[in-house]
């Protein structure tokens, strides 16, 4: 069975701070997706990484894939209040591996 | 577009009651799923279905039942409420299983 294990499971930070969180496998996966949810809605997919050691940045959000495709990880810079929420990363397979996710608070 | 729509929005349901959550998709996806997320918790697999007339359990199918007979609609039944069964469901949909999912806003159901 493949797993995603994400760290930390909570993170409260304050604004402006930077933060980096993880999705780690023992399991290679042919893609990682990244996802937002925020209170009251549905995950939102922010990113797609396909090629190990692969680098996306959006806006402030910078995604890594590991050269092994086993591991992610996500970086935000200078941290927001609009960054609070819960990031799931998912692997490729059928159907989609979901992590339990890190949940994010963000303090003005 | 609509994208994923769930009703209803809201639901308290009595202990032994039955009721089916209704999702509906306009981007004729092949593959929908349906979730239950519990408070502060990630998202854990009732039933997807990669094409209409197919379904497969997930990780949590007990008290569950669904059907695919379209490819637009995937409804989720509850036959006899428990408590156990309170928490946030969410419907998606992905094009070919390899695609990211679409996911709709919930269906926030209460069982007392």
């Known amino acids: 069975t493949q797993l995603l294990e994400q760290s930390p499971q909570f993170l409260s930070i304050q604004e402006g701070e930077n933060l980096t969180v993880y999705c780690n496998s023992s399991?290679?996966?042919?893609?990682l997706q990244w996802y937002r949810q925020e209170p009251g809605e549905g995950p939102v997919l922010l990113v797609t990484?396909?090629?190990?050691?692969e680098v996306k940045k959006l806006k402030r959000l910078t995604f890594q894939f590991g050269d092994a495709r086993k591991d992610s990880s996500l970086h935000i810079t200078a941290a927001q209040p609009g960054d609070t929420g819960l990031y799931l990363c998912?692997?490729?397979?059928?159907?989609?591996?979901f992590g339990k996710g890190t949940r994010l608070s963000v303090i003005a | 577009n609509a994208g994923v729509t769930q009703t209803p929005k809201f639901r308290i349901l009595k202990i032994g009651q039955s009721m089916t959550l209704q999702c509906t998709q306009d981007?004729?996806?092949?593959?929908m799923y349906w979730y239950r997320q519990d408070p502060g918790m990630g998202l854990k697999l009732i039933y997807y279905?990669?094409?209409?007339?197919?379904?497969d359990k997930g990780e949590v199918p007990n008290g569950y039942n669904v059907s695919r007979s379209t490819t637009e609609d995937f409804p989720l039944r509850l036959e006899l409420a428990a408590p156990s069964q309170t928490s946030v469901y969410f419907c998606?949909?992905?094009?070919?299983?390899?695609?990211?999912?679409?996911f709709g806003d919930g269906t926030r159901l209460s069982i007392l």
């Open positions: 998606a949909s992905s094009d070919t299983g390899r695609e990211p999912q679409h």
């Open positions: 399991s290679v996966f042919s893609s």
């Open positions: 990484v396909v090629t190990g050691g």
């Open positions: 998912a692997g490729q397979g059928t159907p989609l591996v």
């Open positions: 981007m004729n996806h092949n593959y």
């Open positions: 279905s990669v094409g209409a007339g197919i379904t």
